[in-house]
């Protein structure tokens, strides 16, 4: 695939880990948070599959999806967790829950592949 549908694809699934973690944390608590958050990185987590195993070449180890996918989540959900402690608008807590998930996803990936 081209690189920009994998930018696409990486800022799309930040979007979707900051608004479920915010949503199931407002509605539900620590506990919706948690739950939330182990959704959707058990889904990321087999979405990195199905992409390693579709590779012809194998570019992208599977460690890098086993970190992105679970790392980068719980800190997507620590980072909304803090910010709904804090009391901000829902919107600022997905928009940085997000910038956390794709910042780590991004250090994950250039140190995992490029490094």
């Known amino acids: 695939m081209d690189g920009s549908i994998y930018l696409i694809a990486l800022v799309f699934c930040g979007l979707v880990v900051a608004s479920c973690t915010t949503f199931a944390q407002r509605r539900w608590g620590r506990r919706g948070l948690l739950g939330a958050a182990f959704l959707v990185a058990s889904l990321l987590l087999a979405l990195g599959y199905s992409d390693y195993r579709a590779q012809t070449v194998k570019d992208t180890p599977l460690n ?7 790392g980068s989540t719980a800190l997507a959900a620590l980072v909304v967790a803090l910010c ?25 990936v250039v140190w995992l592949v490029f490094v």
């Open 84 to 108: 709904a402690r804090l009391g901000l608008r829902i919107s600022l807590q997905v928009a940085l829950g997000c910038l956390a998930w794709l910042g780590a996803t991004w250090l994950i």
């Open 64 to 70: 890098a999806y086993l970190l992105g996918s679970v």
